[in-house]
């Protein structure tokens, strides 16, 4: 299995500024996502965050908004730029992990981010 | 595009009972596979079971099975022998198969609750 570790767990953040979250794996891995779970929602997938290249974002999730950064192949961070009360949420990263019994996604604990 | 749908979003069992929580999916992929994930009050993301759609036997973890109906794309999670601990949200989730589980689709949850 992977070990994510995710920070930091929570925060509650002033309107307009902005939070990098942190995700470190213990293996390396190809690809992490980044994914926000709305209060009560299920989870969307934000992007896919690739080394060595730009993150592919999902449909209604810009750059600018959710800049991401992939240093390594265990390393990832995601931004949550200019921040409203909208964005209040939990954070999740995840990587997808492959052993001889197959194929597994991991999640970090999340973030839980609260907009004021 | 792949949709997952878990249709009771809420549902009760007492303990020691056996509760089946339900959830299609739809997708032209011929394989892929699908997961159960647990997310308790501490919001950490917690794999239940997986399930290869190229294997025809159910999967089955100790307490937990699926009833996995590929032609019918139905993916049913049981539990047997319900404890206070299982209280939590479930999430049905697809990805298609790319040799390492990859973004996941999820279905909107479950909220499980387990009395005495």
């Known amino acids: 299995s992977a070990v994510i570790s995710q920070k930091p767990s929570r925060d509650i953040c002033q309107r307009g500024t902005s939070l990098t979250i942190q995700c470190q794996v213990d293996?390396?891995?190809?690809?992490m996502f980044w994914y926000r779970q709305q209060p009560g929602q299920s989870l969307t997938l934000i992007a896919t965050a690739n080394q060595g290249s730009e993150a592919t974002y999902e449909s209604g999730f810009v750059i600018d908004k959710f800049p991401i950064s992939r240093p390594n192949l265990t390393f990832s961070t995601l931004t949550v730029s200019n921040m409203s009360p909208e964005d209040s949420s939990i954070y999740l990263c995840?990587?997808?992990?492959?052993?001889?019994?197959?194929?597994?996604?991991?999640f970090g604990q999340g973030t839980r981010l609260t907009v004021v | 595009a792949q949709t997952v749908t878990q249709s009771q979003p809420e549902m009760s069992v007492q303990e020691a009972e056996t509760v089946t929580l339900s959830c299609t999916y739809d997708t032209s992929e011929n394989n892929y596979y699908l997961f159960w994930y647990k997310q308790p009050p501490s919001r950490q993301m917690i794999l239940v079971i997986r399930q290869e759609a190229y294997k025809q036997q159910n999967a089955t973890e100790n307490r937990f099975s699926v009833n996995f109906q590929k032609a019918a794309k139905s993916f049913s999670l049981k539990i047997s022998d319900s404890q206070l601990g299982d209280t939590a949200m479930y999430f049905c989730a697809f990805t298609p198969y790319t040799g390492t589980a990859s973004k996941l689709t999820f279905g909107t949850g479950t909220r499980l609750q387990v009395t005495l």
């Open positions: 995840s990587v997808g992990y492959s052993s001889s019994v197959g194929s597994t996604a991991f």
């Open positions: 293996s390396q891995v190809t690809m």
